[in-house]
Each structure stands twice: as structure tokens, then as C-alpha cells.
């Protein structure tokens, strides 16, 4: 959550403290990184995405589906031009999620690239805010931006 005063975020941290306890924190890890990407289009779509992207480099390897041969065939669709975004979002949603996953970007850091992906595939904000927050100048811009960054991410 957001505090009204610092304007910094707080977690929580939670340890095993038994052998016990040791598979219920990692259930309840695993269910939280399953769960965050849904929630990033709806609670958390605010989260500055800095925070967005260290929490999902930190997830566990088996938090999401790996990379389908169709979505890979998707991307590459996508990236060619001969799909729309529209029919691709799941998939490129899912390759941009295998790659963090895989540490692929994270050893990178946090690029422009990377963040206008999680903007419009996770946080799924409308073109009109990315383009105004990264001053695109329309829909084919950030498409083309869209198609080249998933061409850097899979290649």
C-alpha cells in the first residue's frame, strides 16, 4: 500500500519460522505471483513501474506458464505485422512474463522498452497515457515501439 505521507509503498515480509509453516509461506508466495500480474491491471495498475519490475524478477521460476511455441509464433506474427496487438496481448503478456521470469530483463535493469511493455501488457493503461507519458505521437508510434521491443525480448 501506498502511505498518504511519504508516498512510498510498504510490503510485508514473512518468514518461516517452523518446518511446518515452510509450505504454507511458499503456497501463499506462489499465490501472490500468480496473482500479481492479474491484479497490475486493476489494483496495483498505479504501482510506478520500477516496483512492478523488481517484484516480478523476483519471482519464484514456476510462478507463470513458460513460453508456448504458439505464443512464440504469435510474437513473431506481431512483430512481422501481420497480427494485430489486440489478438497478441495474451501472448506477448505471457512472453514478457517468461522472459522476467527466466532473468532475461532483470539482469538488464528496467529499460524504456520494458517499461511501455508493462504499462500496456500488464498494467494495461490505454495508448493516449503512454503515449503522453513517453510523448508518442499516436497509436502506429507505439505499436511500431510495441513490435520492436518484443523483437529485443524474444531475441
Known amino acids: 500500500t501506498k502511505d498518504k ?12 519460522l517452523s518446518t511446518e509453516s515452510k509450505y504454507v509461506v ?9 496473482a500479481f500480474p492479474f491484479l497490475l491491471s486493476a489494483q496495483f495498475k ?3 513501474r520500477l516496483l ?7 519471482a519464484p521460476n514456476d510462478s507463470w506458464h513458460s513460453m508456448s511455441e ?20 495474451y ?7 517468461s522472459k522476467l521470469q527466466l532473468g532475461n530483463i532483470a539482469d538488464k535493469g528496467l529499460t524504456e522498452e520494458v517499461c511501455i511493455l508493462i504499462a500496456r501488457l500488464l498494467q494495461k493503461h490505454s495508448i493516449t ?12 508510434e507505439l505499436n511500431t515501439y510495441i513490435q520492436r521491443a518484443v523483437d529485443k525480448l524474444i531475441n
Do not use: W
Open 129 to 140: 497515457e503512454i503515449c503522453t507519458e513517453f510523448k508518442l505521437s499516436g497509436k502506429r
Open 52 to 58: 512492478v519490475f523488481n517484484i516480478l524478477a523476483q
Open 70 to 89: 504458439l505464443a512464440l509464433s504469435t510474437c513473431y506474427d506481431f512483430i512481422d505485422g501481420y497480427r494485430q496487438f489486440d489478438p497478441c496481448a
Open 91 to 97: 501472448h506477448l503478456h505471457i512472453a514478457l512474463l
Open 26 to 34: 511458499r503456497h501463499n508466495v506462489m499465490a501472490f505471483y500468480r
Open 5 to 16: 505521507a511519504s508516498g512510498e509503498h510498504s510490503g510485508l515480509l514473512v518468514k518461516s
Open 46 to 48: 498505479e504501482l510506478p
